[in-house]
Structures are given as structure tokens and as C-alpha cells.
């Protein structure tokens, strides 16, 4: 929900995008020679030279670990970079910058940016800004670049005095993110396409020390607006969450937390969730000498596990994921309105997540076990076969001058739509409703293949439409011709 004032500030954002990647385009093939002379200012007082000279060393020290964060992330002998003896500057980097690494690092590169149109900014955080995009061709993707106003550029500018080094520190999360999202590739992780090294730059330096991410374009999770939509559409989410942590807890990186765990480190495409946001995942597990170094600490909980004879703490990852899908997304959108045949085995779901009580793979179960009994109608088997005979259907044919009402949550903002598994549930939903005098099931299906069911008070024609079924209610179908 953009605030007030936002779209200048968008605006303002998108043109100083545009005009760095176009920057970065222009000069990255003169960049790579003469990219690292020495840039600080000739400082008369000999303390001033000093000072920076020291701020310069701790700078590079900072650049150094980052990116021995990155390296054990990499793929073991995949390349042999590590092979390389160099030590220092292991292929990786030079391969980041001129895109060679693009069979696994993705497909795409700089020259998919040229003639691209940046269409609004997406969000942005600490770090990055993502700006959606359509490619030459028409394609749509985010890009992910340096935030250059974010708090991460903004506190290392205040630390260091050099913005240029201070790009390619911040530039290191998003290398990170790169080789994350390329070890982590799953349904539920946003797909990386591609990248170009050098788009990141902004003002001042000419941008050889950033990168620009090409990624799967999604929408940013809108929890409120995710809190009115039907269960259906939140219990996938949830779901999907499951699906996710289940991988991530046996990864190929092994079992990696996320560290930091909130909404906005989510996006949907087509419905369905995906991780955007990994420069915080951790495949470290805590090393621990006794019992007590491992508690995981919440606000309102504290939990622990035992330390192993490993010396780590055991699945302290996996329960940290759990409890937080549990604070973060199932509180708000699972037990709202689930279906009469489900409660008991949502409850059970987040009781059990919210106590720790299971493992990830016992959660997933449950939560599959639910989908497998909403797809099939098996938690319907209580309702009366009967309630179907209240009904005149009409085969091949849908209605017109509709008498609507509204109902919530409804698929359609101007009438009331529902899912429903068949004419049964739609003739028992009907029966509920005091307005509803017919109900029409058409061929459109949601995620789970359950039918589009639209009810209404009445209606003026029916209409041949080879496609849908109407069913009238046979008791206001007598109080019409009655009257
Ligand atoms: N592929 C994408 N499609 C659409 N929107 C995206 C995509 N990737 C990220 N976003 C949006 O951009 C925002 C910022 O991205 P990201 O979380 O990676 O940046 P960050 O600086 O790490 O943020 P934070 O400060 O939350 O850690 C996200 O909250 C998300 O809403
Ligand atoms: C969690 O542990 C901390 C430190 O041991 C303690 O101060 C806090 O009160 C505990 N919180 C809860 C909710 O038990
Ligand atoms: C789980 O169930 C127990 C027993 O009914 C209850 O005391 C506890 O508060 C529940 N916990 C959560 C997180 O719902
Ligand atoms: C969880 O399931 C995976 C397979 O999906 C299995 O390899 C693993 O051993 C299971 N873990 C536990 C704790 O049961």
C-alpha cells in the first residue's frame, strides 16, 4: 500500500534506477580496466590521510569477510575455484562480474536489460530496491538491486567516507542472495534469471562495484489484504510455508534457518508463495557446549533442544522456521473461518506448531492431509445427500439479470462467489444463506479444483451456456410462480 507522498519518491527512485543501469550498460565494458585506482582525495594534513588510510584497511577487512561468507555456500569442486590456488580472488568474483557463471548463475545477462521499461518500484528494505520491469521482448521480472537510500549504504557511507567501496560491501548480500537462490532452487523460492554485474551503481562511482539481480517477478505479500481473502487462498500459503521449510530443513546447504523471518521477506506469483529475500538465511547450526546454550528465545515463548555430542545444537534451525510460520503467518491465517470437516485438524496443526510439538515433516503431513480431504470432499461426508433435492437444475445454461447479494469472503466484489467440492455443498451453502434463490456452478475452478459456485437472490432469464448448471430453489421457485 503505497503512503502518502510515495509516488514522488517512487518516481524519484525509478528515475535514478533507469539512469544506473543505463549508466552501468554504458560503461561496463571500459569498467573492468582501470576499475580499482585509488580514489581518495590528495588530504593536505598528513592525520586526515591517516585516518582514511585506516578507514580504507577496515573497509577491505569487512570486504574480505563477506566474501568468505559466500565461498563455503558455493558449489564443492563444482568449478574448482577453490582449486584455483589463488586463495584471494577465487573465480567466482570475476566470473559474478562478467557473467560467465550465467549457466548456473542463470541464464540471462546485461545485454536482457538494454531497451527494458522500469515500470514502478516493487519495495525496498535495508538493502535492496526491486523494481519491476518488462524486458524488450515484453517479458516481466523484478530486478534487485543496492538500495542506495536504504540503512545499509547509509550507515556504511557514515562508517567508511567512500560510497564506491561502501556499494560493493552492500553488493556482497546480494551475491549472497545469488548463489543462495541458485543451491536453493525450489517451488517456493523466488527463481533467479539472471544478473548483470555493475547495474547497481548509482551516482558518483560509474558502478563497477554493484550487480542487479534479475528475478521471477511476484507481488509483495499484503498481509491484510491476504487476511480478507478466502480460506482456501490463505491455507496455500500456509502450505506453501510448510512445503518450503520442509525443504529447507534438509537443503543442499543443510538444515538453514531464516534468521530474518517476517512477511515482507515473501512475495506470491500466481497465488503461491515464494522466498525473495535470503541474504539472512543461515545454514550454520549453533554451536553449544551445554544444554542451555540452546534456547530459542521469542517474545512470549522460550524453548530449547538439546546440545548434541556434536557440539551443536540439535534441529535448532528447523524449530526456529516452525515457531516463526507459526507466529508470523498461521495465527493470522489458518483457524479464520476453515471449514466446519477441518477445524480439528487445523487446531491440531497450530497447536502442535505453536508448542514445537512436531517436526517440520509431521507438520507437512498434516497440512497435506488437509489438502487431500478439501480436494476430495471428505470432510463434507456429513452433509445430507438430500439437501440437493430442494433443487431444479438447469443443465447448459447460466442465468441473467441477476438479483445479486454479497457474501464474504466472496471471490466477486459485486456478488456473492464460493467454492464449493459440488452441487451438494453449494445446495447446503444456499440453504444457509436466507437471500439465496439459485446458485450456478461453471466450469472456472480455484488452486484445488474445487468449482466456482455463484449464489443469488434471483434472476430475470436463463440463457443457454453449454458451459454451466444452474440449480433453483424449488421453494422460491413456487413462491415466484405463486405469485
Ligand atoms: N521478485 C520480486 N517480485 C516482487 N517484489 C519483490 C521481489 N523481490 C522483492 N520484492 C519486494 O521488495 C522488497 C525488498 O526486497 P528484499 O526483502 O530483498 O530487500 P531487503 O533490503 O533485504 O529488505 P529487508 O530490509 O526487509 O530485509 C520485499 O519486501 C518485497 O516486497
Ligand atoms: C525467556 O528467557 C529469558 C532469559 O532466560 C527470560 O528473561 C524470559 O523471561 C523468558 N521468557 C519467557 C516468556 O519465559
Ligand atoms: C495447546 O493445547 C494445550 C492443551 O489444550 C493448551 O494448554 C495450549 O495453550 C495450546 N497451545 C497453543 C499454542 O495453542
Ligand atoms: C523427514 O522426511 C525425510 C524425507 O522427506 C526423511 O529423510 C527424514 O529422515 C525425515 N525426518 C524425520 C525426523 O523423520
Redesign the pocket.
Known sequence: MPGMGSPLRAAALLALVVLSVLLALLVGSVRQFGASVAHFPDATARGAEEELAALRRALTSQLRQRRGEILPLLVPGGEGEEEDGEGEDPGLWREIRLGSRRAQLGEMGCDALVDMRALEV???????L?V?VNLAGGQPV?L?LV?EQ?I?MGKCVEDFKDPRGCRELVSY?LKK?MVLLQRLKHPNV?QLKGHCAGGGGGGGGGGGEGVTVI???????QMLQLLQTPWEDRFRVCLDLARLLHFLSRSPLGSVALL?F?P??F?TVSGSLKL??L??ASAAETACRTHADCTLRFPHRNFSVACSDRGVCDGLNEKRNIYNAYRYFFTYLLPHQAPAGLTHLVDHIMNSTGELKADINQTLEAFEHILLLYKSGLHLENLPPSVIRDYTPVRGMSTSGDVEYRCWPSYSQRGCVLSVHSAREAAHICNSHSQCGSFTLSGRKTWTGRLLASFRSSFAHLVPDGTSDVYVKKSKAAEASGA
Open positions: 516493487l519495495g525496498s528494505g535495508y538493502t535492496k526491486v519491476k523484478a534487485k538500495n536504504g545499509d548480500k542472495e523466488i528475478l521471477e517477478q511476484g507481488n509483495p505479500l530474518d517476517q515482507r521477506q512475495v525473495t529475500d541474504d539472512d
